[in-house]
């Protein structure tokens, strides 16, 4: 999974399969690290790039419905200065640049928004504390 951050806001995909939105993301092939993996992933979902390596933030386990599968996910945080254009394909219908607090259309799924939040202070290198501190000085 990546969180990937450009201008404050985080990269959501709409998966058509799942109608949902979420964080880009997808399986490790063969050969590939978890970390290439996400660079993939994300420009085969979103036609985006990371500016630098996309850096490791953790592990994510959750369960999925009906089988109640676990699962475990490494989750990955960059940012990009340029956002690149998109095109629609048979597993993404739309991406979205979103701040965390506007409503998007349709379904988002709840790990995706926690994940999100949690890479928002590790992308930024700054926790919202420390820009308060900053902004008041």
Known sequence: MVAIWHAERVL?????????WELPGGRVEE????????????????AQEPDGPLR??????FVLAPDQR???AALFAGRTAT?????????????????????LPGRVQPLDVYLARLTRVSASG???????GQNSS
């Open 126 to 132: 700054l926790s919202h504390c420390q820009r308060r």
């Open 12 to 20: 959501m995909v709409f998966d058509r399969w799942r109608q949902s």
């Open 83 to 103: 956002v690149r254009g998109f095109l629609a394909n048979e597993e993404i219908a739309d991406i979205r640049w979103w701040n965390l607090r506007d409503v």
């Open 31 to 46: 050969g590939e690290s978890p970390r290439q993996a996400a660079a993939r992933e994300l420009l085969e979902e979103s």
């Open 70 to 72: 676990a699962e475990y």
């Open 56 to 61: 490791f933030i953790g592990y994510a386990g």
